[in-house]
């Protein structure tokens, strides 16, 4: 019997194309949007009785294509029977795809305007094509569900407001949206990587995606160092996801079985930061697959180049200003002088709706024999996440601290 995991996976896979043959017909990204999620839940009363169909891609664009039809009929104001009529037996050839000939690559590409503000832009893209939720794209910029709410619903004004197209892209408008476009493969990656919900601790399907269109991107544009960066990120981080859960239960870096890491991976990324190297066009991507080299080349947690990782850090600190990457550098700098300086750094960071800040906060704590505050930190960490194998790893951690009481 078709469970409705199994019909999520299904549609997450079909969503990209679904929702780029809808745009395409109705030329309305909220029809679009409401036609393919309406077609979800379509399959998800139908399926588990008549099956999964043979073609279920075929089926959830038509399925949708007759509720988005619906749509217009209900709300139209004009010849709403014409309309329909043209859209059932549209026979107009499709438009030229451009030099993106992926689907879903080419409509991230489309969606990721230059017009919208950059952060519009990617968590607009993430909620249409990504297939996260609000609540997953929120936790992703560390804002509110309602503030990422109110950004979505303000980009799509824009877009109706200023008549932007959905205009398939040329190879001139490639490089304007480049940085839209890695920020929404990025994003997907570490989604899928450590899930902000559900009942799986990661998604494969997000990160497998995310390394598939980050390969074709690369084949578009071989020449951009920072594709490059991107793709050696995904694959030395994904290289480590066999050793990253046991028992349902997060494993740490420092231990992991590096025995069981992905060696296949792990050597195309290597490869891909060597060659960005030599490049010598530094940017964010290529800098954190460099500090992900460092901890793949170390046989054993005590061999990790710490000194090297501070000055990667404070280097991506120096291009790209955030308190997440500060975070970082305090870890690294906790390895290489003690706990007692990681600490004074990472207090003096404004992150109290980061769950990774209170546990980093926690692990520090206890090391300075702190075991009250350190319990603390870990149950305000515990507050702010909902992925189940996080949430064991720090219970148990707290849970092992000494009590103090009496």
């Known amino acids: 019997m078709t469970t409705d995991l199994e019909i999520e996976r299904i549609f997450r896979e079909e969503h990209g194309r679904v929702v780029a043959s809808l745009i395409r017909r109705f030329g309305d990204i909220d029809v679009a949007e409401d036609a393919a ?20 891609g075929g089926w959830l664009t038509t399925t949708a294509v007759r509720k988005g039809i619906d749509k217009i009929r209900r709300e139209s104001h004009r010849d709403a029977k014409y309309q329909q009529a043209l859209m059932i037996a549209d026979d107009t050839p499709h438009a030229p795809t451009g030099p993106v000939e992926d689907d879903r690559l080419r409509l991230i590409f489309t969606c990721c305007h230059p017009a919208l ?16 939720t609000v609540p997953e794209i929120a936790s992703a910029f560390l804002v509110s569900e309602t503030t990422m709410g109110q950004r979505i619903t303000r980009a799509k004004k824009k877009i109706a407001a200023a008549n932007i197209p959905y205009r398939v892209p040329v190879a001139e408008d490639l490089p304007g949206r480049l940085t839209g476009v890695l920020a929404v493969l990025y994003l997907v990656f570490n989604e899928g990587y450590l899930a902000t919900s559900g009942p799986e601790p990661m998604r494969v399907d997000l990160t497998a995606e995310a390394i598939r269109l980050a390969r ?20 030395l981080t994904d290289a480590r996801r066999p050793a990253r859960f046991a028992d349902g239960v997060l494993v740490p870096l420092t231990e992991q079985d590096r025995a069981s890491w992905d060696p296949s991976e792990i050597e195309e990324g290597l490869a891909l930061v060597r060659e960005c190297l030599a490049v010598n066009r530094p940017g964010s991507y290529q800098i954190q697959a460099a500090v992900n080299a460092v901890h793949t080349s170390a046989r054993t947690p005590a061999d990790t180049d710490w000194s090297q990782i501070a000055a990667l850090y404070g280097q991506l600190l120096a291009i790209t200003p955030s308190p997440v990457v500060a975070l970082n550098r305090a870890v690294a700098l906790s390895e290489l002088d003690g706990p007692a300086v990681g600490l004074a750094e990472v207090d003096r960071l404004d992150l109290p709706t980061y769950h990774l800040w209170h546990s ?26 909902d992925n189940a194998a996080e949430r064991a790893y720090l219970t148990r951690r707290r849970d092992e601290l000494p009590s103090t009481a009496g």
């Open 216 to 235: 074709l991107l690369r084949s578009l544009l071989p020449t951009e160092p920072e594709v490059a960066g991107l793709l050696a990120l995904m694959l």
């Open 37 to 56: 999620a309406e077609a979800l839940l379509a399959a998800v009363e139908r399926w588990p009785v008549d099956g999964v169909p043979p073609n279920p």
């Open 117 to 132: 503000a950059p952060e519009a832009r990617v968590a607009l893209t993430l909620r249409l094509l990504g297939g996260l």
């Open 360 to 385: 980093t906060r926690a692990e520090l704590l206890r090391r300075l024999d702190r075991p009250d505050d350190a319990r603390a930190a870990y149950d305000a960490a515990l507050a702010l996440t």
